[in-house]
């Protein structure tokens, strides 16, 4: 179960697009890992970045997405874990390339630059492409 579950983290900028893509998750019967953030509370993205980090490394979780205001912070903290590689994302289709060639195994979303029906179509492609594999794998081996 672990690995179909997705863990959810966002800063205070990030927490009710978080919330919103927790519910098309719910709807959707995946399992989800909320890590927070639950409120406007100022947080720390790179603390969530990590708790996400964690839940993957620990096998809570198989993928996660971060959300703070513009994804860029937060996708900078989660991708300093070695295990993690997290696509900052703004449509469908870089969605959907991150799995596709990057073997993105978090999406990173930013709750000020993009709006929730994009945010829900990003994580729907995401979940739903695979890794092609072959020419892209010897890459993503490079990443270390």
Same mark, same amino acid.
């Given at each position: 179960?672990? *690995?179909? =579950?997705?863990?959810?983290? &966002?800063?205070?900028?990030g ?5 919103a ?5 719910? *709807?959707?019967?995946?399992? %989800?890992?909320?890590?927070?953030a ?9 603390e969530?970045?990590? $708790?996400?980090?964690?839940a993957? $490394?620990?096998? !809570? &979780?198989? !993928?996660? %997405?971060?959300v703070?205001? =513009?994804? /860029?912070?937060?996708? /900078? ?8 590689? &997290?696509?900052?994302?703004?449509? %469908?289709t ?6 596709q060639?990057?073997? &993105?195994?978090?999406? $990173?979303?930013?709750?000020? %630059? ?5 945010? /829900?179509?990003c994580? /729907? $492609? ?5 890794? *092609? ?5 010897? !890459?993503v081996d490079?990443?270390?």
């Amino acid at each position: 179960m672990p *690995e179909t =579950t997705v863990a959810l983290a &966002a800063d205070h900028a990030g927490y009710a697009l978080k919330d919103a893509l927790k519910a098309v998750l719910t *709807e959707r019967g995946i399992p %989800v890992l909320d890590l927070g953030a639950n409120d406007g509370g100022s947080v720390d993205y790179p603390e969530k970045a990590g $708790a996400l980090a964690a839940a993957l $490394a620990e096998g !809570r &979780a198989g !993928r996660g %997405v971060l959300v703070c205001g =513009t994804g /860029i912070g937060i996708s /900078i903290a989660a991708n300093r874990h070695p295990h993690v590689r &997290a696509a900052l994302c703004h449509d %469908v289709t870089t969605a959907r390339m991150a799995r596709q060639h990057n073997d &993105a195994n978090v999406l $990173a979303l930013g709750a000020r %630059v993009v709006g929730a029906n994009v945010a /829900i179509d990003c994580l /729907i $492609a995401f979940l739903e492409t695979g890794f *092609e594999g072959g020419r892209h794998q010897r !890459r993503v081996d490079q990443l270390g």
